[in-house]
C-alpha cells in the first residue's frame, strides 16, 4: 500500500486513514482492520473533499470498528525485539534475536518449543521485521506443499501449481486453472486450522464454488472445518506482523 496516510478528525478525535483511488469504484466505501487501519475507497475523479461528510454519515459504526481494531492511528506497525511473542504453528514463541559478525549478510533460526531464535547481523535486529517475514514465507514453503499433498490424496484431486504469498483478504485461494495460492502467514496458526485451510482449498479442485455439494465434501473429509474457521476470525489480529 502506497498511499499516504491522511488526517482528520472524527468526534473530535485524530484518526488517520488512507484515500484509495480506484478506477472501478463507483460509490466510495470504508474499510477497517488492524493490519491497513481505515482505508476509505473513492472512485478514480471523487476529491478528498468529500471524506469528512462520508465518515461523519457512518461514524457509529465506524468508531465502533475502530476501536475494536485498535486502528485510530492507521496501520498497525508491530515492534520486534527480543521478548516479543510471535505466533508460530499456534504456539506463542519468544522470539530471541542474536547477533552475528556484522559481515554476515544472511540469517539462520532456530525453532524451539516456546522460543524462536534469530540470528542476525547486528543492523538487521533494530528491524528484524524482514527477517521474521522471510522466516515465516520458509516455514509455509517448507510445511504447506506437503499438507496440499495430504489433502490431495483425500480428494482425489491434484494442484497444478502451488504459490505461497501475501495475501491480504484471504487465507487461501483456487483459481479455475487449478492454481492454490495461500498466505504464508498462514504458518501463524495451529497446524489443524493450516490443515483445514488447505482442505478447503483442495476441495474446491473438485467443486470450483461454494455449493452444498462442496460443503458436503468439505464436510466429510474435514468435519471440524467451521471450529477453525472461527479460530481464525478471532485470531486474525494475532496473525499479523
Ligand atoms: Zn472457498
Redesign the pocket.
Known amino acids: 500500500m502506497k498511499e499516504p496516510l491522511s488526517r482528520t478528525l472524527l468526534r473530535g478525535r485524530v484518526l488517520r486513514y488512507r484515500l484509495r483511488r480506484n478506477r472501478r469504484t463507483r460509490r466510495p466505501g470504508l474499510e477497517v482492520s488492524r493490519r491497513d487501519g481505515l482505508v476509505v475507497s473513492v472512485p478514480w475523479r471523487a476529491r478528498e473533499e468529500i471524506v469528512p461528510g462520508l465518515l461523519h454519515q457512518w461514524a457509529d459504526w465506524l468508531v465502533a470498528k475502530l476501536d475494536e481494531h485498535g486502528a485510530w492511528d492507521g496501520p498497525c506497525v508491530r515492534e520486534y525485539a527480543t521478548g516479543t511473542e510471535l505466533l508460530v504453528l499456534g504456539r506463542p514463541r519468544r522470539l530471541l534475536l542474536k547477533a552475528t559478525s556484522p559481515r554476515e549478510r544472511g540469517w539462520s533460526a532456530e525453532l524451539g518449543d516456546d522460543r524462536l531464535v534469530l540470528h542476525m547481523a547486528p543492523d538487521r535486529i533494530l528491524s528484524p521485521r524482514p527477517v521474521i517475514e522471510q522466516y515465516l514465507r520458509g516455514l509455509a514453503r517448507e510445511h504447506l506443499p506437503g499438507r496440499v499433498e495430504h489433502w490431495a490424496l483425500r480428494v482425489g484431486r491434484r494442484p497444478s501449481r502451488v504459490i505461497i504469498g501475501e495475501r491480504t483478504t ?1 487465507w ?3 483459481s479455475p486453472a487449478g492454481t492454490l495460492s495461500f498466505c504464508y502467514r498462514l504458518v501463524m496458526a495451529p497446524p489443524e486450522v493450516v490443515d483445514s485451510i488447505v482442505a ?2 483442495v ?2 479442485l473438485r467443486h470450483l ?2 455449493s452444498r455439494r ?1 460443503w458436503n465434501l468439505l464436510d466429510e473429509v474435514c468435519p471440524h472445518h467451521r471450529r477453525c474457521r472461527d479460530w481464525l476470525n478471532r485470531h486474525e489480529d494475532e496473525l499479523i506482523i
Request: hydrophobic share 10%; charged share 25%.
Open positions: 484471504r487461501g485461494s483456487c478447503h482449498e476441495c474446491h464454488d461454494h462442496f
